[in-house]
């Protein structure tokens, strides 16, 4: 069963693990394998977002970073979703996803935008097969990304 946690500073240790089991996806976004500490807690321990771990029953598989109204558009955004590499391929993201989905229905969410890497082909696949739908390309730090959102 999927459910979620809220990553705690007691437990950043444990996303610091899963962020840096993604090496790939971690050069792509910052030119490097791995972050630092301070790399990871800055991203998952920001006032403005909500950061929740995945678990598949007792076993931490990913993590999720969301805001529910982004300042700048007045949307819920995905800032990001990340399943740990040793469990990539058994379906654990689309599963994850579905709960997350019903998780922020229940908090009267009912629409979620989020940015894709351009050069990410398979987070692209995931995201259009999910029912997200593209809308703008824009400038990221140093990188591009293609805008998708979800009405649900």
């Avoid at 109204?69 to 689309?94: Q, R, V």
């Avoid at 996803?97 to 229905?105: I, N, R």
């Avoid at 229940?106 to 890497?117: F, T, Y």
Wanted: aromatic share 16%.
């Amino acid at each position: 069963m999927i459910s979620f946690e809220p990553i705690t500073k007691e437990t950043l240790y444990i996303a610091f693990e899963l962020v840096n089991s993604n090496a790939a996806y971690n050069q792509l976004e910052t030119g490097q394998e791995t972050r630092s500490n301070d790399e990871v807690g800055s991203e998952y321990m920001q006032k403005n977002t909500n950061s929740l771990f995945i678990k598949a029953d007792d076993t931490y598989i990913g993590l999720i970073n969301y805001m529910k109204e982004n300042p700048k558009d007045g949307y819920p955004w995905l800032g990001s979703f990340m399943i740990h590499s040793a469990y990539h391929g058994f379906g654990y993201g689309t599963q994850a996803y579905v709960v997350f989905e019903q998780y922020l229905t229940e908090q009267g969410i009912s629409r979620l935008r989020l940015g894709v890497l351009q050069q990410n082909a398979r987070a692209r696949a995931f995201w259009e097969r999910l029912g997200f739908s593209f809308y703008a390309t824009k400038p990221l730090v140093n990188n591009v990304v293609d805008c998708f959102e979800k009405e649900f």
